[in-house]
């Protein structure tokens, strides 16, 4: 069995883009450097578009309809959408995924500042105190 299909899923690619995107945002962070407008336009846009592929596809898996339109749904009002959603479909272990989802969200920006930081201290532009 190939490990592709599974790599390739809407909920392995958020989970990537997640990863990718917040190590990022942890080193624009701890560099006080303002991300480019590239990358905050990559980020919003990734965003919604890999979370309403994912919300596409397990919803057709669990049998849920969708409201009419869920492009500007999930864009004004994702941040409660996909909780209630998680907890609608999957109950009590939908609390689980969304600590899951909070730990590698905020997660990430500490490993990229710490990374940062790593890289930072070891070629002599910062220093501390």
Do not use: H, N
């Not at 991300?35 to 309403?52: A, S």
């Not at 909780?83 to 969304?98: D, E, F, Q, S």
């Amino acid at each position: 069995m190939s490990i592709l299909p599974k790599l390739v899923s809407p909920t392995a690619l958020l989970y990537i883009y997640i990863i990718i995107m917040q190590i990022a945002r942890g080193i624009y962070l701890t560099s006080k450097i303002e991300p480019p407008p590239p990358y905050e336009l990559i980020d919003f846009v990734g965003l919604f578009w890999i979370l309403g592929w994912w919300l596409l596809t397990d919803s057709r898996k669990r049998g849920v309809a969708w409201v009419y339109d869920m492009g500007f749904f999930l864009s004004i009002a994702w941040i409660f959408v996909m909780p209630y959603y998680l907890l609608k479909t999957r109950g009590a272990r939908g609390v689980l995924l969304i600590l899951a989802f909070i730990c590698v969200y905020f997660g990430a920006i500490l490993v990229g500042g710490t990374l940062y930081l790593v890289i930072a201290l070891s070629t002599g532009r910062v220093t501390i105190g």
